[in-house]
């Protein structure tokens, strides 16, 4: 009972309620919870864009880790070249009327086997021969050495090819050198 009668005097007196929060105060505590709301908020956008720049930077390493596995060969690829054109300009010299020669046939064909087997590399590398004759030019894949015109044929279309072109995985490695017809 005198528990009760104190805290009724004190409620009911003049002494001010320690518990009992001013106006003044609790505007400065929403201002402070409002601040902190937004760095909160801000903290966490920066998160989540770290997150995401981190994610990006994963996802273009391991991009450009496929690719460096995929063109790793290029540069070699690209020295292969110039063997694989002397070995076709070996094949055209023999005329066909000098291969029944004992001799000239069996170089022929160590020439030839030597040729085909280094194309089967080049496919199993996923590096394709090109020879656009009657395609639609290119850049991407044609370098125009000249034009010729021609009525009879499409402007823009390939008609003679001087030196075939590579590809290495949808990559030109050497542009076909080409001639295109030009309109008349």
């Known amino acids: 009972k005198q528990w009760y009668q104190r805290r009724v005097a004190i409620t009911a007196g003049d002494a001010e309620d320690p518990l009992a929060l001013k106006d003044v105060e609790i505007a400065a505590l929403q201002a402070k919870l409002a601040t902190e709301k937004e760095l909160l908020t801000d903290l966490k956008n920066k998160y989540l864009r770290a997150l995401a720049d981190g994610e990006n930077v994963r996802n273009r390493a391991k991009k450009e880790l496929e690719n460096s596995k995929i063109f790793s060969i290029q540069s070699f690829a690209k ?39 280094l194309h089967q590399v080049f496919k199993r590398h996923n590096l394709v021969k090109i020879t656009p004759l009657g395609e639609e030019f290119d850049p991407v894949y044609h370098e125009a050495m000249f034009q010729v015109p021609d009525p009879t044929q499409t402007p823009g279309t390939v008609m003679n090819v001087i030196q075939s ?5 949808s990559r030109s490695i050497r ?10």
Request: without cysteine; negative net charge.
């Open 165 to 169: 072109g590579y590809v290495l995985h």
């Open 79 to 117: 020295d292969m070249l110039p063997v694989s054109d002397v070995l076709e300009k070996a094949l055209e010299s023999v005329p066909e009327s000098e291969r029944s020669s004992k001799v000239l046939a069996n170089l022929y064909e160590g020439v030839s086997l030597t040729h085909s087997q």
């Open 175 to 184: 542009s076909a050198k080409v001639g295109v017809v030009k309109e008349t």
